[in-house]
Every structure is written in structure tokens, then in C-alpha cells.
């Protein structure tokens, strides 16, 4: 599966503004990129979290992960639950500039830690590779869910 690079995303993403509403799901632009700042904090180390998913699960979980099948729509993550987070930020333009940091930063850690593992909430400890193809997967889950999706394939 080939990994995108995550700032060609960004890019796409400075297309939206507060008033498109996605194609599924609750969230708005902003939530949705403060969700995506939360899973790269994942994966940059700043966000140590507990897999929810059973030992037993995870090598299903993996080899899912590990397939070009995307994300499924509906997901209702345990950390959020069925509401939205509060907002952090003041506004899109701030969340998105965070997003870019922390991008730039999960770029760094890995730069700096190649042999790293670092605990996903769903799919458990992940290697840099791994981490890879799930920001790949998805970024473009939430950019499809936004209807940006064209622009990349």
C-alpha cells in the first residue's frame, strides 16, 4: 500500500471552511481536524493511550490495518464516544496550523526513533510503517467524509 505524504492532506483540508458539512457523521471541519491532531499526537508520543481492543483481536486488527480495505464509516471511537469533544481551538485556521505541527513533529519522532512503537487506541502498538498506513487510511477516511477525497487519487 503506498503512504501518502500527510502534507499533501493538509493541503487539501485549507479548502474547507466552517460551512461545509460532511457526507456522514456528526463532526465539524473543526472537529474533525482536532480528531486528526489527537491521532497524530498518537503517533508523535505526546498522547500515550490504552488500546481498547482485546490482546486476541489485534493481529485481526493488524493484518485489517495492513490491507488497502479503508476505514469503515460509522466508527464510533471509544475515546470520543457517540458525542463530539469539546473544541480546543478559536478556530479552524489554528487547528489546522497544530495539525501541521504535529505532523512536522510525527515526521521528527520517527526521524529520531526508527525502531519506536507507539500505542494506537484501536489497533494497539504500532512501528513507524504501520503508523504510516494508518494516517494514510485515515486522513483520507475523514477526507472523503468532507468530500475532498478527489483531489489525491
Known amino acids: ?15 474547507l471552511t466552517p460551512d461545509n458539512k460532511p ?9 474533525m481536524i482536532e480528531h486528526l491532531i489527537l ?3 498518537q503517533g508523535n508520543g505526546k498522547l500515550t493511550v490504552e488500546c481498547f481492543n482485546d490482546k486476541e483481536k489485534l493481529p485481526m486488527l493488524k493484518r ?15 475515546y470520543i464516544g457517540e458525542g463530539l469533544l469539546p473544541l480546543k481551538f478559536t478556530n479552524i485556521e489554528e487547528a489546522r496550523t497544530e495539525l501541521e505541527k504535529e505532523v512536522n513533529d510525527y515526521y521528527k ?11 494506537n487506541i484501536t489497533f494497539g502498538e504500532l512501528e513507524k510503517d504501520e ?5 494514510d487510511k485515515h486522513f483520507i477516511h475523514h477526507l472523503k467524509q468532507f468530500g475532498l477525497i478527489g483531489g489525491i487519487e
Request: charged letters at 25%; hydrophobic letters at 40%; a negative charge.
Open 1 to 15: 500500500m503506498e503512504v501518502r505524504n500527510l502534507d499533501k492532506y493538509i493541503e487539501l483540508l485549507k479548502e
Open 23 to 31: 457526507e456522514w457523521g456528526k463532526m465539524s471541519v473543526q472537529h
Open 39 to 41: 491521532a497524530v499526537q
Open 64 to 78: 485489517y490495518l495492513m490491507s488497502s480495505r479503508p476505514l469503515p464509516q460509522g466508527f464510533v471511537n471509544p
Open 109 to 119: 519522532y520517527f526521524d529520531e526513533n526508527p525502531e519506536a512503537k507507539l500505542t
Open 131 to 135: 503508523w504510516g498506513i494508518f494516517h
